[in-house]
């Protein structure tokens, strides 16, 4: 992974001055190539945001705005084992800490795990549990589950941290006000929603990878034991946190005309 110091940041009109003649596509190309022989960490592009902006950390890292970082994020699964520093993690727990929440009730508290030994605990009773859900699967499901449960599951104890958001859930005694109007939309999914992109975010920006996980959750109840977690606080999602070992290509996603529907007054 590239250093802090090799930050390579260019915007139009701002990349060294070497280059300052040549044009931006062959300055690219010239990076793309030293980049990929010197450092071997891939060349991430950030398009979109009005400019151009190329950076060589391999991932996130330095400053950028929330554009760069909503586009750049990707959801990492592979891990060097390089720590965390407390002041990121931190820094990164403090972002999940100012999310917007329902009536600001912050139904949420982040337990950070760094205890390997403990994490290998917890991959166990979901690969354990995984076993019992397959079991109980026809053979045209677990053909299609196996590979899911497989790889999908339990690679958060190779993080050398991993986060854990629990929620104090809708109709529990902050919420019971809730209950009484009658709120069906769970405002308390919604918020830890909220805190979690905002961790996700954050991380990203700082150049460490992170995977937002709720499949680990077939093992809820044995995980929370192990967690100590008591009622009613639940678990909500398993979030490995670590510098990238791998960051895959970005994942399809459907086009703003299919997902949304402008209502005009005219209409
Ligand atoms: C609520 C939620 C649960 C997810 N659970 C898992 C999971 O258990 N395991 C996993 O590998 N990825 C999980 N993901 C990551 C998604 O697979 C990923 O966000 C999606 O494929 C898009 O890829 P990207 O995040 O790289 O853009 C989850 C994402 C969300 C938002």
Known sequence: MASEESELRFHHGSYPS????????????VYSVLHNTLTRTPLTNYMGTGSMVWRNLGYGGGCMDVFEAI???RSIRKFTPD????????????????APSGTNQQPWHFLVVRDADLLERLAKVVKDKAEVVLAHMSD???KRAEPILRRFVTFFAQAPVTIFPLIEPYGSLTYKQGEIIGQ????????????????HLAAFALGYGTCWMTGPLIAREEMEEL????????????IPLGRPAKVPGPRPRKSLDEISTFIDPDS
């Not at 070497?18 to 190309?29: Q, T």
């Not at 967690?227 to 398993?238: C, D, F, I």
């Open 18 to 29: 070497l280059f300052e003649n040549y044009p931006m596509d062959r300055v690219i190309l």
């Open 83 to 98: 720590p965390v520093k407390e002041e990121d993690l931190r820094r990164i727990l403090d972002t999940a800490r100012l």
């Open 71 to 73: 586009a750049g994020r």
């Open 140 to 142: 045209e499901q677990r």
């Open 184 to 199: 069906d939309y769970d405002p308390v999914a919604q918020s830890i929603g909220a805190a979690i992109q905002n961790l």
């Open 227 to 238: 967690l100590g977690v008591e009622p009613p606080w639940k678990l909500a999602a398993v």
